[in-house]
T-cell receptor, first 116, second 116 residues
Framework: AQSVAQPEDQVNVAEGNPLTVKCTYSVSGNPYLFWYVQYPNRGLQFLLKYITGDNLVKGSYGFEAEFNKSQTSFHLKKPSALVSDSALYFCAVRGGFGTGGFKTIFGAGTRLFVKA | DAGVTQSPTHLIKTRGQQVTLRCSPISGHKSVSWYQQVLGQGPQFIFQYYEKEERGRGNFPDRFSARQFPNYSSELNVNALLLGDSALYLC???????????????FGSGTQLSVL
């Protein structure tokens, strides 16, 4: 069965500094990996996804993520954080391997706090 | 174009009651997924429907059921409510090209269910 781990409950960073939100995964076969962001009292919004190809994936709002197969990681990054980036971030893996289903499994989330 | 819409936005029920939550996907999307998000946790997969057929089921009791209608809207039903069912219920739709499993999810804002 597939699973996702986000080892940090919260990440604190100063505005203008680079940020990294960590994610590791476990899945059979080729992984389909995603990052979503959730603002207060809102549903989740898609940021980016990795399917195949280039290990560095670029997404919305200046975010990017680096896929590392040997470390089974998919860390979210941004070169320069903004206060408006403060939100809850979820890593997710799409599975269904062997079952025919298409379920997407989410990590527990990491709260990003960007201080001005 | 309208996004994913869910109704109602808030709901208060008592233990033992039954509840029905509704979701309308983005026009053209034939897949609907349901998630339960307890405060402070990541979304937990409940069901996925594609073209009116159940394609995935999470680890939830039989009190939880769902269906998808010919217009691709969906309902989630929960019977014999427990206090632990209190959560944000999220609906997500996606467009799935034939044979694809890597499409992103578009989420509604959710239904906040409180069980007293």
């Amino acid at each position: 069965a597939q699973s996702v781990a986000q080892p940090e409950d919260q990440v604190n960073v100063a505005e203008g500094n680079p940020l990294t939100v960590k994610c590791t995964y476990s899945v059979s076969g080729n992984p389909y990996l995603f990052w979503y962001v959730q603002y207060p009292n809102r549903g989740l919004q898609f940021l980016l996804k990795y399917i195949t190809g280039d290990n560095l994936v670029k997404g919305s709002y200046g975010f990017e993520a680096e896929f590392n197969k040997s470390q089974t990681s998919f860390h979210l990054k941004k070169p320069s954080a903004l206060v408006s980036d403060s939100a809850l971030y979820f890593c997710a893996v799409r599975g269904g391997f062997g079952t025919g289903g298409f379920k997407t499994i989410f990590g527990a989330g990491t709260r990003l706090f960007v201080k001005a | 174009d309208a996004g994913v819409t869910q109704s109602p936005t808030h709901l208060i029920k008592t233990r033992g009651q039954q509840v029905t939550l509704r979701c309308s996907p983005i026009s053209g999307h034939k897949s609907v997924s349901w998630y339960q998000q307890v405060l402070g946790q990541g979304p937990q997969f409940i069901f996925q429907y594609y073209e009116k057929e159940e394609r995935g089921r999470g680890n939830f009791p039989d009190r939880f059921s769902a269906r998808q209608f010919p217009n691709y809207s969906s309902e989630l039903n929960v019977n014999a409510l427990l206090l632990g069912d209190s959560a944000l219920y999220l609906c997500a739709s996606s467009w799935i090209p034939k044979g694809a499993t890597n499409e992103k999810l578009f989420f509604g804002s959710g239904t906040q269910l409180s069980v007293l």
